[in-house]
């Protein structure tokens, strides 16, 4: 396929290494190259299968838009634009185009996320619940996005809401942990990322699962089919 790569940071670049060694022809565009969707006209876009956005929440939206205006499919591991689901399932809908968007596409993740809404049970049986997450410094956006879908699912699986606290510091690629506990015992549920390579594996297989479906698709709804 030819891929285009929007993101040249840490993820988006490993992301076009794992297209590359996957057989794939890679075009990577970074925000200088791309202000305000620049980069993404129709004649850009024309000899290009399918996109991955590892971006910023300031440019995500603009480069859904026009790539499925321009009848692309689009990967999203970028975060922070959630309010505007709705909106962007319509007009995925109304274009005919292929979305898959998570705000972790590491098959590991979705295994936690899956035993973390098992465990979440507990809190309908006086065990009390908090969430940490822990990343590099550098990371802008406090909660993770994968740490508000963690509160998210345990929110739907007991009817609780749990607190989220966010730890930034050193080259942490990304820890999550799910703690419940009772005066007879803790329940510890945590994955702990050793490198990006998983992130941008998945959202590379999601690209290539995507090739001849149409539709709005979570990636957690997917991936056991890869």
């Given amino acids: ?3 285009l790569v929007l993101g040249r940071g840490k993820t988006g670049s490993l992301v076009a290494e794992v297209a590359r ?3 794939h022809h890679v075009r990577v565009i970074g925000a200088a190259e791309n202000a305000s969707g620049a980069a993404l006209s129709a004649d850009n876009l024309a000899s290009i299968d399918v996109a991955i956005d590892f971006t910023n929440p300031d440019a995500v939206l603009l480069n859904i838009e026009a790539c499925i205006r321009g009848r692309k499919n689009i990967v999203v591991g970028t975060t922070g634009w959630y309010g505007e689901l709705p909106r962007i399932r319509e007009l995925v809908q109304q274009c005919g185009g292929s979305l898959v968007y998570a705000p972790n596409f590491s098959i590991g993740v979705n295994l ?3 035993v973390a809404r098992s465990a979440a049970a507990a809190l309908r049986h006086e065990y009390f619940g908090q969430i940490f997450e822990r990343h590099h410094a550098q990371k802008k956006d406090a909660p993770s996005g994968t740490a ?7 929110r739907d699986a007991s009817g ?8 930034r510091e050193g080259d942490v690629v990304g820890m999550h942990e799910l703690v419940l506990d009772s005066p007879n015992d803790t329940i510890y549920v945590c994955h702990d990322a050793k490198s990006r390579r998983g992130f941008a594996e ?5 690209a290539e699962w995507l090739v001849g479906k149409k ?3 979570e990636f957690k709804d997917v991936w056991r089919e890869m």
């Avoid at 508000?148 to 345990?154: C, K």
């Avoid at 609780?160 to 730890?167: H, K, Q, V």
Wanted: hydrophobic share 55%; no cysteine.
């Fill in 1 to 3: 396929m030819n891929i």
């Fill in 21 to 23: 060694e996957r057989g």
């Fill in 112 to 114: 936690f996320f899956d």
């Fill in 148 to 154: 508000m879908a963690l509160q998210q699912l345990v």
């Fill in 160 to 167: 609780t809401e749990l607190e989220i606290t966010s730890f």
């Fill in 202 to 206: 998945g959202a590379v297989k999601a």
């Fill in 215 to 217: 539709g709005f698709f």
